[in-house]
C-alpha cells in the first residue's frame, strides 16, 4: 500500500486548508482510515477517523467542530477539511490506513502511512 499525503501549506489564523490522500495497491474501502499530525517536538497525535463505509466519524476533542473527515472510495481518497485553523495546529499530518481493527486513536493501530504534509498556520 502506498499513501500520498497533500495540501498542506501557509495560512493565517482563521484560514482553512483542505488536505488530501491518495491510496494505491489495496482494495481501499476495506480499511478505516485516519488523520495523525505530529508538531515538533511532540509525540503523534490521533486527529480524526473514518469508517469503511464513511458512515462513522470519529475526531480528537480539539478539533471537532473545525475539521471534517470523509473519503472517496471510488477514487481511493480521503480529505481532511480544515477551517479556523489555530497556530496550534501547526504540525506535519499524516494519513494512516488501518488493516485489521483496533484502537484508532492509537498510531500503533495503523500499519502504512503517508509521507506527511506540512500545515503551518500563523497568528
Known amino acids: 500500500v502506498q499513501l500520498q499525503a497533500s495540501g498542506g501549506g501557509l495560512v493565517q489564523a482563521g484560514g482553512s486548508l483542505r488536505l488530501s490522500c491518495a491510496a494505491s495497491g489495496r482494495t481501499f474501502s476495506n480499511y478505516v482510515m485516519g488523520w495523525f499530525r505530529q508538531a515538533p517536538g511532540k509525540e503523534r497525535e490521533f486527529v480524526a477517523a473514518?469508517?469503511?463505509?464513511?458512515?462513522?466519524?470519529y475526531y480528537a476533542d480539539f478539533v471537532k467542530g473545525r475539521f471534517t473527515i470523509s473519503r472517496d472510495n471510488a477514487k481511493k481518497t480521503v480529505d481532511l477539511q480544515m477551517n479556523s485553523l489555530k497556530p496550534e495546529d501547526t504540525a506535519v499530518y499524516y494519513c494512516?490506513?488501518?488493516?485489521?481493527?483496533?484502537?484508532?486513536?492509537?498510531?500503533?493501530?495503523?500499519?502504512?502511512w503517508g509521507q506527511g504534509t506540512e500545515v503551518t498556520v500563523s497568528s
Open positions: 494512516a490506513l488501518d488493516l485489521y481493527g483496533g484502537s484508532i486513536q492509537n498510531p500503533d493501530t495503523y500499519n502504512y
Open positions: 473514518i469508517s469503511r463505509s464513511d458512515d462513522s466519524k
